[in-house]
């Protein structure tokens, strides 16, 4: 058995009803975060099914596999619902039941220039309407099977309003709010709904930063954190916790504090200039 299903089964019991092995789906697995998760679970023993848009980086997260055939690649985009329900088909039909769905796709822009809504509404795409479609698939299927965890990746961005993160962070804060609603209403039939807030974690996404990460971690760190937390039953996985307990702080602050607080922090140049001679 291996070591964190024993771990699980001593903090709650059985972790997949009797079953050595959790079937897994993660959404947004070719890199960062869900491919160092899909490794690390299929190094545990575990099936999972690793999907995202680039086929090639899936195939080549499958063949970093301990065990050949534990991962198994399938591609999709969040944005294309005939793609989601093809691929939940497969999913279920493959698995027979699903133990563990992450919904971790996600697209990051720093909103640098003035408000561009083509870009407001691909980050809202892909990372709030793709998990929104994504659930739309998966939910009916788990109310079914009357089991199963749904686990969305939002972000401590979507604590508060943070400077440069017009775009990206109120997805992150819709998702935190999405995540309570359906955990509250999900519970009873047996399926539950669980939000992972990291903080920084050194990935192809947060690769274009030029500013400081405090507390940076690496993928395959945060990817061993999700694991150990996977058994609990805590609504919210958040790490790295220096970062976690500052934010909390932070979300806490009067509104007149945060915001003057922030205000000194903000880069400069900031994201609207001001107009010449004004
Ligand atoms: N890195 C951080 O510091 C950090 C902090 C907080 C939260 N997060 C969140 O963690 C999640 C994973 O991010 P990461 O840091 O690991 O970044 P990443 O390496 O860029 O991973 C993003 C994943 O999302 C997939 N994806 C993007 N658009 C998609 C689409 N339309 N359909 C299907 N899959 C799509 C990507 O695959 P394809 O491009 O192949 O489709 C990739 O697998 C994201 O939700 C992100 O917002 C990251």
Aim: hydrophobic share 50%; glycine share 8%.
């Amino acid at each position: 058995m291996a070591v964190w299903e024993a771990e699980s089964r001593k903090m709650s019991g059985e972790l997949v009803q009797g079953r050595n092995m959790a079937k897994v789906w993660i959404i947004g697995a070719s890199s960062g975060i869900g491919a160092a998760l899909a490794i690390a679970l299929a190094r545990e023993g575990h099936s999972v099914v690793a999907s995202a848009r680039r086929i090639d980086l899936l195939n080549q997260v499958a063949a970093r596999s301990p065990r050949s055939g534990a991962i198994i690649p399938l591609s999709l985009d969040v944005r294309d619902r005939s793609a989601l329900e093809a691929a939940a088909a497969q999913v279920f039909s493959r698995f027979g039941q699903l133990d563990y769905c992450f919904l971790n796709a996600g697209k990051y822009e720093l909103s640098r220039s003035g408000i561009d809504p083509a870009v407001y509404a691909e980050v809202t795409r892909v990372n709030y309407l793709g998990v929104v479609e994504s659930l739309a698939v998966v939910i009916p299927r788990l109310i079914h099977q009357g089991s199963g965890q749904i686990l969305v990746t939002a972000s401590v961005a979507g604590y508060r309003g943070l400077p440069q993160a017009g775009a990206y962070g109120p997805t992150k804060a819709a998702l935190i709010s999405l995540c309570e609603t359906l955990a509250i209403e999900l519970k009873p039939l047996g399926v539950a709904v669980r939000v992972i807030n990291p903080g920084f974690i050194r990935t192809p996404m947060t690769a274009k930063n030029r500013f400081y990460m405090p507390f940076l971690i690496d993928a395959e760190d945060a990817a061993q954190r999700i694991l150990r937390a996977l058994p609990g039953k805590r609504f919210e996985i958040a790490f790295p916790w220096q970062m976690i307990l500052i934010m909390k702080i932070v979300r806490i602050l009067p509104n007149w504090l945060y915001l003057r607080v922030m205000a000194k922090l903000a880069p400069s140049p900031g994201t609207f200039d001001k107009p010449e001679g004004a």
